[in-house]
């Protein structure tokens, strides 16, 4: 059997924690749908794409088979696990239930001094977008939104919370970029940051919950209108 072709990936190059860096590379490309659905993937492939040895990158799928997102085949590679559309419709629904009342909760506790901080991780969600990066894209949004629920003080929230995002799937975003929706799309983490610097904790609420419908809306409407 020849070699399934590896997507384009973010190269890692030398940085600490490399294995962290890798198996959050690898995360977001499952979760944005460039590493698909199914197909299995060697790690010497993996490897050469993120410029790094097999070594790491099989450690860091190792870590994502514990979080169900791939299935080792001996000899092979890992496969990247399916999800149901009733899967996916009942992570929305659990992630409807525990972030926007938590966004709302910390509206009033989140310090002036952070303001700024936030702002730049926003950016940075909204910049992925602009310059065609999904997996950047997945990343920044993954830092902002757990950093703002980080505001909770509540450790366990966030263990649930980023397992729940890190489950999701979001195959519509290659048609989202390709028609320019998806810097709109993007452009809402400012606009809830709005209502945070307001001090709305209502405002944010409404805003998160539209934000996560989303992913079984506009999302996934577009990655079934895609050809």
Do not use: C
Request: aromatic share 4%; glycine share 6%.
């Amino acid at each position: 059997m020849s070699p399934v072709p590896v997507p384009d990936l973010p190269d890692i190059g030398r940085r600490e924690n490399l294995r962290d860096r890798i198996r959050e590379a690898l995360r977001a490309a499952i979760i944005s749908g460039k590493l698909e659905p199914g197909v299995v993937y060697s790690a010497p492939a993996l490897g050469a794409q993120l410029g790094v040895s097999p070594t790491p990158v099989r450690e860091a799928m190792l870590d994502l088979v514990k979080s169900g997102l791939a299935v080792p085949h001996p000899n092979k590679g890992f496969r990247i696990t399916e999800v149901s559309e009733e899967d996916l419709d009942n992570l929305a629904a659990v992630r409807l239930l525990i972030e926007p009342p938590t966004v709302r909760n910390v509206v009033t506790v989140i310090p002036k001094a952070d303001f700024p901080e936030l702002r730049a991780l926003a950016q940075a969600i909204v910049d992925a977008a602009e310059r065609g990066d999904l997996v950047g894209y997945i990343e920044a949004d993954h830092v902002f939104h757990l950093t703002l629920l980080g505001y909770s003080r509540n450790r366990f929230l966030m263990d649930v919370v980023s397992d729940l995002r890190s489950r999701t799937r979001l195959l519509g975003l290659t048609p989202l970029l390709e028609s320019g929706r998806l810097v709109r799309s993007a452009a809402e983490h400012h606009e809830l940051l709005d209502f945070v610097e307001a001090r709305d904790p209502s405002g944010a609420e409404l805003l998160m919950h539209r934000h996560i419908g989303h992913v079984r809306g506009l999302w996934a409407d577009s990655a079934r209108d895609a050809p």
